[in-house]
């Protein structure tokens, strides 16, 4: 039987991990293989994913409608041998992916016999400045999109709520609109019955132009919350987006998930148990020529003074 694949897409930030672990959570017994791409060498994104009960796959460094694609294929085939193969397939692109690339490698015919694709989801972020409605790449996200995820419309008033489902709605008329608050989505809705794909047209494949680039950093040993505060505080004006997990030397025995989107920071505890590796571990996202490497190493230098 074929094995139906999820993609799902969405512009950095949006709430993509929540959804799929959400996800995930609800899969009832069902074998679902998720395969995370994020955009850098660490794949902080995959340590996040919980709950699949056919495993996690990370593609990291890089994103999948480029330099990985290679990987992606390889990757499915992989899951595909599997056996007992997995009920479904769920891939989370990177924020800066552009759907339409992958959606054109998984019309590859030896992929679409075993494994098609029934739905793309894209989330879209209620709270977001409404200029972001005209960038190009999330504008191709929610064209491809069969199904839009309205995430964090609880940290907007109806109004607002209302106008962005509008706008939503104009910039894709096919799609189904849903909210999805938390990342909660009826998994029906989602994951289809096996047998309703369609064969999707795409464009002919663009140059690629690099927009975005990313930066890693890490420490072995617990930091200073104060200081990473304050490196934080210094870079933040010029990042679209940081995440990590953070170990501070103030709470050694907590793990945080540490979220930049749109100059706001949020630390949040996780469970020591869930985390595979020990120490900080930072991915910094910016549009290319807006930050150096030493500018992030001169100002993380103080989170490695402990306080």
Do not use: H
Request: proline letters at 6%; glycine letters at 6%; hydrophobic letters at 45%.
């Amino acid at each position: 039987m074929p094995v139906p694949i999820l993609l799902v897409t969405g512009f950095l930030g949006a709430g993509k991990t929540t959804l799929v672990n959400r996800i995930l959570q609800q899969a009832d017994g069902r074998r679902i293989a998720a395969v995370v791409n994020d955009f850098g060498a660490i794949n902080i994104d995959a340590e996040l994913i919980a709950g699949a009960e056919d495993g996690v796959v990370s593609l990291a460094n890089g994103c999948i409608c480029c330099s990985l694609e290679g990987d992606l294929l390889r990757t499915l085939s992989n899951l595909l041998r599997r056996t007992p193969k997995p009920d479904a397939i769920v891939i989370e692109t990177s924020g800066v992916a552009d759907p339409e690339d992958i959606v054109r490698n998984l019309m590859d015919p030896v992929i679409w016999r075993e494994a098609p694709l029934e739905t793309v989801l894209c989330v879209a972020d209620a709270a977001s400045p409404e200029a972001d409605l005209s960038d190009p790449l999330l504008l191709s996200q929610l064209r491809v999109a069969d199904l839009i995820a309205v995430s964090k419309g609880d940290l907007v008033d109806k109004p607002t709520l209302d106008a962005r489902r509008q706008a939503l709605s104009q910039i894709n008329r096919r799609a189904t609109l849903v909210e999805a608050d938390g990342g909660e989505i009826p998994l029906d809705l989602v994951l289809p019955e096996v047998g309703t794909a369609r064969e999707r047209t795409t464009r002919p494949k663009r140059p690629s132009t690099d927009r975005f680039e990313s930066f890693n950093w890490t420490a072995a040993e617990p930091i200073s919350l104060a200081g990473f505060q304050q490196a934080i505080g210094r870079l933040a004006s010029r990042l679209v987006r940081a995440k990590g997990i953070l170990e501070t030397a103030e709470k050694p025995d907590v793990a945080y998930l540490f979220q930049l989107t749109r100059g706001k920071a949020t630390l949040t505890p996780l469970g020591r148990d869930d985390m595979a590796k020990s120490g900080t571990r930072i991915v910094f996202i910016a549009e290319v020529d807006r930050i150096v490497r030493s500018e992030i190493d001169e100002a993380m230098s103080q989170a490695g003074r402990k306080s």
